[in-house]
């Protein structure tokens, strides 16, 4: 197959693999899906290396003059968000079993080291999130509340990057994760909420339900307590918490819009995803683990994340896909609607 033929008719998620073996050739393909438990551990620790770093920066900014310990202490809060949607990408990693060679490690590890700290079951996600790939490009998309209603104007984006700033997102996000882990509403990182029967159940019920299905990520956040207490810093928990109620979601809202917002809606994925040019800045932040090779990891779901900028250099050769945008472009277009009336 030719890239024109690529082109003319659409990369669809039936056929995709197909497509792409008679493009660059079966054992390149082969060799795309090797998958590596060294490189799952690296990702992890380097991951956590990252937060060690930005706990070490607060402690430093503690003994420092204002004027210098509160820029240290907003940028390490910045790195605190992006490592925890750094945790939240491995996860997603793992949902696909692409983190790690071994099943084990793959589901169980990478439970225990990204997914529960930040309230986040890879069962669970894995589930919903193989509905997303399924009907990607569909009002049927299972997560198409996260890129519904674009494009709006510049000052509804802003009320909405201000709210996810400002941790009201992540307050209701915290709720969120109360009623879907005590069986109130289905389980989701969408925006829609389906209730559930109640069947006579008491709050009470609720609760106990709660703690059956959030006990490994209440244990989780009690042992990074724990450690951070062991160490004479359990102020850095806050630290952790802020993160996670504001630039651990502003981050997540960016990374999604880029991914899916404004796209068609058809099943080609080449035209209901997209790619995005990610600098160290935006890959530090919103785009961890090269997140943004959307349409690659669309079209190969299954490949490891450290394959995705390989396999977006090949399809780049081959003229297959397009030169992605940057995230500046992405925030511009969804924020539209003023220039696109006048």
């Given at each position: ?6 082109f003319a ?44 770093i930005a ?128 069986g109130y ?158």
């Open positions: 197959m030719s890239e024109q033929d690529l008719e659409g990369l669809q998620r039936q056929s995709a693999r197909r497509k792409l073996t008679e493009l660059l050739g079966e054992q390149t393909i082969k060799d795309l899906h090797r998958r590596s438990n060294w490189m799952g551990l690296w990702s992890i620790a380097s991951c956590w290396g990252a937060i060690a706990f070490g920066m607060i402690v430093w900014a503690q003994t420092q003059v204002l004027w210098l310990a509160l820029p240290t202490i907003i940028i390490a809060l910045a790195i605190l968000g992006g490592r925890q949607l750094g945790l939240a990408i491995l996860m997603h990693e793992a949902s696909h079993r692409a983190l790690f060679e071994n099943v084990w490690l793959n589901d169980k590890l990478s439970n225990w080291l990204c997914g529960h700290i930040i309230f986040l079951d890879v069962e669970k996600y894995r589930k919903h999130h193989f509905v997303h790939h399924a009907k990607t490009g569909t009002s049927d998309d299972i997560d198409y509340s996260l890129i519904r209603g674009f494009p709006t104007s510049q000052a509804s984006l802003v009320r909405k990057l201000s709210r996810d700033f400002f941790g009201i997102t992540g307050f209701k996000n915290l709720i969120g994760v109360y009623l879907m882990n005590a509403v289905k389980w989701t990182v969408a925006s829609d909420i389906e209730k559930l029967p109640r069947n006579g159940r008491s709050h009470l019920d609720y609760f106990i339900n709660f703690l059956k299905e959030a006990w490994p990520s209440l244990v989780a956040n009690v042992i990074l307590f724990t450690l951070l207490w062991a160490i004479g810093h359990p102020e850095l928990y806050l630290a952790w918490f802020v993160a996670y109620l504001s630039p651990y979601l502003l981050f997540t809202r960016i990374r999604a819009l880029a991914e899916h917002a404004m796209t068609e809606q058809c099943p080609d994925m080449l035209k209901n995803t997209r790619s995005t040019n990610a600098g160290p800045i935006a890959r530090a932040l919103f785009a961890p683990f090269r997140v943004n090779y959307h349409i690659e990891h669309h079209a190969l779901a299954s490949i490891p994340y450290w394959q995705l900028p390989k396999l977006h250099k090949l399809l780049r050769e081959k003229n297959a896909v397009p030169k992605p945008p940057g995230y500046w472009y992405v925030l511009k277009l969804v924020s539209s609607k003023d220039l696109q009336a006048a």
